[in-house]
């Protein structure tokens, strides 16, 4: 039987996983616009489109997790800054908990170790 090959497919819905998580991560440091923030996945490798990346922030901003305000811009139209609110803040809280445990199980399984082994160079 041949091999299935579906790691870069797997790899991807991994990330469409945490995007949600990424973006709250990105806005709990700093106000950005859309082009900021995917200018930031990106450049953690994290690749995402505009398609993507707006029907995020819909969904963040309706469940009350952003806001966002326009700005105007030197360079062109006005933009729209998004920040996270406090209740975002709560909810990224609890996805930094969950996300925690997951990376301790998931080295549990591969390795057999309780997370709370690992030494400073294993992390």
Do not use: H
Not at 9 to 31: T, V, W
Not at 58 to 72: A, D, I, P, V
Not at 89 to 95: H, R, S, V
């Amino acid at each position: 039987m041949a091999p299935i090959n579906n790691a870069d497919n797997i790899k991807a819905q991994m990330r469409k996983g945490i995007l949600e998580y990424c973006i709250l991560s990105i806005l709990s440091r700093n106000d950005a616009y859309a082009s900021a923030i995917i200018a930031e996945l990106k450049e953690s490798e994290m690749i995402v489109v505009e398609g993507t990346l707006y029907p995020i922030l819909t969904r963040q901003k309706n469940q009350g997790l952003l806001s966002y305000r326009w700005e105007e811009s030197p360079q062109g139209p006005p933009r729209k800054y998004y920040s996270i609110t406090e209740q975002g803040k709560a909810f990224l809280e609890q996805l930094d908990i969950a996300w925690n445990e997951l990376v301790g199980q998931i080295y549990r399984i591969r390795t057999g170790n309780d997370p709370e082994n690992i030494t400073p160079s294993q992390k």
